[in-house]
């Protein structure tokens, strides 16, 4: 028995949900606006900002001056590729704690999610001296490492939490045709997790594209993705209000759009497979 | 044992694809200024003249150096060419840590650099850093204003006539107000401008045997006097004002007076983004009445070359170049003479093309004004005059303008700032083993 | 249905993760607690040897400590509470019918999308500054006197920049937990008379303790070193400082890495004592 809803409550809530929606988006949209003003329009008042003349000034501004693309690409292959190697090493670390659980199981899982609580920067120089000896520094193999272990947790856990959602009895009845465990989960498990593992994937390119701490302190030239070309957009001399919005566009667009796209993926993940 | 290979592996993997680019690739740090921006621009002549490409890595002030630092220190090699300042180059270059540039060309002219500059990045007589541009502090005034209120601006203002035209200039209801100066926290910004303050009032960080001084009458006159001042004519919200937040607000025309870096008087005369370009005049840092000391302060932003570099000589290239009369004609036919970096060579002020820029004089006369190596009206055992030349400082100062800050922002009084400021750098200072 | 030989397959496969987190955490720890003991001075030559527990000792000594762990524990505090209630609000509204519900939600998950150091760059300048930013603008608008946000409330702007960030997560949560609400259940409530609150109380709170639980681990988690917020707005000053951001302070801004170590040491103990009261308060609702 559906309930009947009036239009004008559905009316209200629409006018309710839209406006709280339109608070919490505004400063995304406010600095796309920006981001088409020039600078001296970009500090007059919101109305004056609104009618003054649209430009594409401080988008090429920035191009000019730094190489986007460079970074752009660094961020990509940063953030996709540390998801994949987590992806390797915790898809069989996830399996069996979720088809062979001990009685640990429950406390590894909260010991890996505790190493996350550390403090970055107490062990900025420790891990800097340990990246120089490997030869590591601004190398694009040694920051998808170091995001490779920072989001593990997450990815185990993740994962986890969706491999238990799959039943058991499937396993047994591969088990009795006489699956062995590589079949078990290469044609069983996997094909089953696939939702679970894209949800993971996407949350942890996120988490990896946005991470700002490890991303600039080391690298220089060559590995530094898109946090280290906003950090030379911040609090220069003079007016940059136009080109540090257009560079902030610029910078979460890719992932915006990729995050709208696989809306349905990313609720998904992002209640990591925890609440149904 | 396969951990040891697969980490040879990268190792190597490293080393080849650091090998197979350009081996004439230097990589230079920077912070985002306006003349290094410029500079950017310009790189494409370098290369030009010398086959050398240049990575740039531009960054905020605060990441700079977090980043340039750590490297520095560790040896971790990520740079050639590092923008440091005049707080960093000696101690640096004490170290061990600089290329010396005692071998620079003879058509470089070392000598025409100004001596002020040349002291403030050198470590026992050797420098360590070729300057890129260089700064004093002083007055910049709305000669409207000035007019409208019936007052002239001396030359050498005291503190006492600066209060007494920030009152004649200050008119909230059109949005002026009297005087801005900077408060906001960390010792490049709040804690440079309020030590040059106390410099003029006669005070000092420390006495000769390291004590800290912020319990003399000096510094609570220097501070008080700031904050009535700031409080009953600067902006309302001058505790969190830096540098850039102020030149905002003078090129709207918010300020009637403003005390800060000589680099500012380019972009307050610049109409393209000066709503007051042609109104500006240009006075000496004020001192108090019977105080030799100004309120001027020095400061370069610097190239450096850390040790250990593997292309030391493309480096030196380049920082001849960027540093040279000649990027300064360069800079001159591309953007004017306004434009140039300026501060750094004594021929920029000798030549008349430049020496008619309305601060052209005003800005050398404040550089040599800055006597690194005597701050103060006291005697003090460092060198610097908006900070002190030891690696504790940036710690400490940081603090203790945080402290200040809050006082600014009504948050705790005068006294208890003081006697906190005291408290962080005595305990530190007994830290690092000086008392 | 475990026999010995999946046991140990499965402890096989469970050692990559474990090994490499173990390595992630050991090593880093390990050089930690040696710098602790040491006096380090990267701008004085370094390593300049063994001084026992004296870090440990001026850095809890010193008048910036404690307040740093409650600023820390009222961040933490302050976030999760405001992304817990505005998240329960939020979700139970966007449960509703509505015209557009795909395109409020999009809108709603934006800045979970957007860079710490960006959200902090664009609320620090292009909305709270009091001259140019929009909030400024706003107040002047209406004939009021702009506020500095970030000096005279500078606590509650980095409460509200962080849970800008984090309330599209605890709402998504928090969403999907509603709508896995059993209606019936409600209908037959609401039949006994029970009143909206009543309902919301006893049957739709329960229902989403699983998704709080959740939405509390994480955050905590991912609160407790927050660093770029704070280091792009306040710099630590007005009373802003946290835990991670004096040990920041200490290691690169005053280059004392023994002491910042020593600091080090002592977060690591307050994460756990917080794991530990978290596995208390919350562990138990993770079992499924």
Known sequence: MARMVSTRRKTINTVLAWGVGLIIFFPILWITVLSFKSEGDAIRTPIEVLTAPWTLESYATVQE???????????????????????????????????????????????????????????????????????????????????????????????????????????????????????????????????????????????????AFWTLNLTAATAAPLTAFIASYSSPEGLFYAKLSAASVMAIAPILILGWFSQKQLVRGLTFGAVK | MKLKYA????????????????????????????????????????????????????????????????????????????????????????????????????????????PAMRDGLSADGTLYAAPFYGESSMLMYRTDLMEKAGLTMPEEPTWEFIREAAAAMDDPENGINGICLRGKAGWGEGGALITVVANSFGARWFDEEWNAQFDTPEWKEALT?????????????????????????????????????????????????????????????????????????LWAWALGIPAG??????????????????????????????????????????????????????????????????????????????????????????????????????????????????????????????? | MATRHSRSAARLMMAPAVVLLLGWMLVPLVMTLWFSFRKYLPLRGGDLGWVGFDNYASFIRSSAFWPSVQVTLTLVVGVLAITLVVGVLLALLLDQPMWGQGIVRILVIAPFFVMPTVSALVWKNIMMDPNNGFLGHLWRAVGLQ???????????????????????????????????????????????????????????????????????????????????????????????????????????????????????????????????????????NLDA
């Open chain 1, 65 to 211: 001056r730094s190489n986007y693309l460079k970074h752009f690409w660094n961020s990509v292959i940063l953030s996709v590729g540390s998801t994949f190697l987590g992806l390797l090493v915790a898809v069989p670390a996830a399996w069996s704690m979720a088809f062979v659980p001990s009685k640990r199981t429950k406390d590894i899982l909260m010991w890996m999610l505790s190493t996350k609580m550390l403090p970055a920067v107490g062990v900025l120089y420790p891990i800097y001296l340990l990246f120089i000896r490997m030869g590591l520094l601004d190398s694009r193999l040694g920051l998808t490492i170091v995001l490779m272990l920072i989001n593990l947790p997450i990815i185990v856990w993740m994962l986890y939490t969706y491999f238990r959602e799959i039943p058991g009895e499937i396993l047994e009845a591969a088990r009795m045709d006489g699956a062995g465990l590589r079949e078990e989960i290469l044609y069983v498990l996997t094909p089953m997790a696939v939702p679970g593992i894209a949800s993971t994937v996407l949350l942890n390119v996120i988490l990896a594209w946005n991470e």
């Open chain 2, 7 to 114: 980490l040879r592996a990268a190792t190597a993997l490293a080393l080849i694809s650091g090998a197979a680019a350009n081996a004439e690739t230097i990589t230079i740090a920077t912070v985002n200024n306006g003349d290094m921006i410029r500079m950017q621009g310009l790189t494409d002549e370098f290369t030009k003249k010398t086959g050398i490409d240049v990575e740039w890595v531009t960054l905020e002030e605060n990441v700079l150096r977090q980043r340039v630092t750590t490297d520095i220190t560790t040896k971790g090699g990520q740079f050639d060419i590092m923008t440091i300042g005049m707080y960093e180059a000696p101690i640096w270059g004490k170290n061990g840590w600089l290329v010396p540039l005692n071998d620079l060309s003879a058509e470089y002219d070392v000598n025409d650099i100004l």
């Open chain 2, 225 to 297: 006097f700031y904050v009535n001042l700031m409080n009953d004519y600067g902006p309302d919200n001058y505790a969190t004002n830096g540098f850039n937040e102020n030149l905002s607000l003078f090129q709207q025309g918010k300020c009637g007076m403003w005390m800060d870096a000589t680099v500012a008087a380019s972009f307050v005369t610049n109409p393209k983004e000066s709503t007051v370009a042609d109104k500006v005049g240009f006075a000496m840092a004020p001192h108090k009445d019977g105080i030799s000391k100004k309120a001027n302060w």
């Open chain 2, 309 to 435: 570099t593997q292309k030391e000589e493309a480096a030196k290239k380049f920082v001849e170049w960027a540093t040279s009369k000649e990027y300064l004609e360069l800079v001159a036919s591309k953007e004017g003479w306004a434009n140039v970096p300026p501060g750094t060579r004594q021929s920029l002020y000798d030549n008349p093309e430049y020496a008619s820029i309305p601060f052209a004089q005003m800005t050398l006369k404040s550089i040599l004004a800055a006597d690194p190596t005597n701050c103060c009206e006291k005697p003090v055992p460092y060198t610097g005059i908006q900070f002190v030349a030891i690696p504790e400082f940036a710690g400490i100062a940081t603090e203790v303008s945080q402290e200040f800050s809050a006082v600014y922002a009504g948050q705790q009084s005068i006294d208890e700032a003081l006697a906190k400021a005291q408290e962080i750098t005595n305990d530190a200072m007994e830290a690092a083993g000086y008392r």
């Open chain 3, 146 to 284: 702009p506020i500095d946000w970030l000096s005279q409330a500078s606590m509650g702007s980095i409460i509200l920049i962080v849970s800008w960030e984090w309330l599209p997560f605890a709402t998504l949560i928090l969403l999907t937990a509603l709508q896995s609400l059993d209606s019936e259940q409600m209908e037959a409530a609401e039949m006994d008379g029970a009143g909206p609150l009543a309902r919301f109380g006893f049957i739709t709170l329960p229902h989403l303790g699983r998704a709080i639980t959740v939405v509390i681990l994480i955050q905590t988690i991912f609160l407790l070193s927050i660093f770029a917020e704070i280091f792009v707005t306040t710099g630590g000053a007005f009373g802003t400082r946290t835990l991670t951001y004096l040990i920041y302070q200490r290691v690169l801004e005053s280059q004392n890495v023994g002491l910042g170590s020593a600091g080090g040491v002592y977060a690591i103990i307050l994460a756990n004592i917080v794991a530990i009261f978290l596995m208390r308060i919350v562990g138990k």
